[in-house]
């Protein structure tokens, strides 16, 4: 497969990305705007450190909601960093669900919070596995 | 956005400012780190508001400080305080995904001279750095 053809694969999937609503298009675009020479993988180092970031974080919020008594206050700190986190390298549909699940730990609803923190580990992961994608495909583009 | 008409100078006309991001969270520090960078400003990260203190202790001075509020062993606000107390100078700017008026106003309170909403970008770095360059002939 000739490399204009892998470079076109590879805008196509970063506009998937973006018209799918699983990344902020102006945040990520900014991730891109740092990489350079001395860092050319830029943004796949940092997209790689938040995972490992994140898994951590969503485990002790997992943590959270199995104590007893539910602690909200360490949930909505912990959720505070997550979401930070997940805007800061633009994963939109993430952070969506952090806000549905911030407005469940607020009302101290152990069901809801349960059901939203469901929904932030399936869309972590299935923007894990977008991403996974792209950047082979990046890397396949040289 | 790379250098050239972004670069400011310092209170004292050198070239290159000196700025320190005080942020928990590793990606944060790495991609502000890598923002300032571009700009051309030497930069220093570290992790909690505690750090930021030690940093100055030890007779380090920085022209911008990136401050995080929400922060474990010491937070932004605290660590703001701290810093003014102790005589720091520098343009702070409170750096936080917090949104709250009542919120801002008490970090605004412990002595920042901007505020930023998460996550950072090059045009709000730039909006910050021109403060520095404007506060470099106002006095405190």
Do not use: W
Request: aromatic residues 6%.
């Amino acid at each position: 497969m000739d490399r204009n053809h892998l470079l076109r694969q590879v805008a196509y999937m970063k506009n998937s990305l973006f018209d799918q609503g699983y990344l902020d298009r102006e945040q990520f675009t900014q991730l891109e705007e740092l990489q350079d020479d001395a860092n050319p993988n830029f943004v796949e180092e940092i997209v790689t450190l938040y995972y490992n970031d994140s898994a951590r974080l969503i485990q002790n919020m997992e943590q959270t909601l199995v104590n007893r008594p539910i602690d909200f206050v360490r949930l909505e700190e912990i959720l505070h960093q997550f979401k930070g986190s997940s805007s800061s390298i633009g994963a939109k549909k993430v952070n969506d669900a952090c806000t549905q699940l911030r407005e469940y730990c607020s009302a101290e609803n152990t069901e809801g919070c349960s059901r939203t923190l469901q929904l932030v580990k399936q869309e972590h992961a299935v923007l894990r596995t977008r991403l996974e994608t792209y950047f082979q495909m990046v890397r396949e583009a040289g | 956005m790379r250098g050239g008409e972004d670069k400011a100078v310092n209170k004292d006309g050198r070239s290159k400012i000196r700025a320190l991001v005080v942020d928990d969270s590793m990606v944060n520090r790495t991609i502000h780190h890598k923002l300032l960078e571009n700009l051309g400003i030497e930069n220093q990260v570290v992790g909690n508001g505690k750090e930021a203190v030690d940093a100055h202790s030890s007779g380090n001075y920085f022209d911008l400080i990136l401050m995080d509020m929400d922060m474990p062993v010491m937070n932004g606000i605290e660590a703001t305080r701290r810093l003014r107390a102790m005589g720091v100078r520098s343009l702070i700017a409170g750096v936080t995904t917090r949104s709250l008026e009542q919120e801002k106003q008490e970090f605004m309170e412990a002595g920042l001279d901007d505020y930023q909403e998460k996550p950072l970008t090059a045009a709000k770095l730039v909006s910050i750095i021109h403060k520095i360059n404007q506060s470099s002939s106002t006095p405190r």
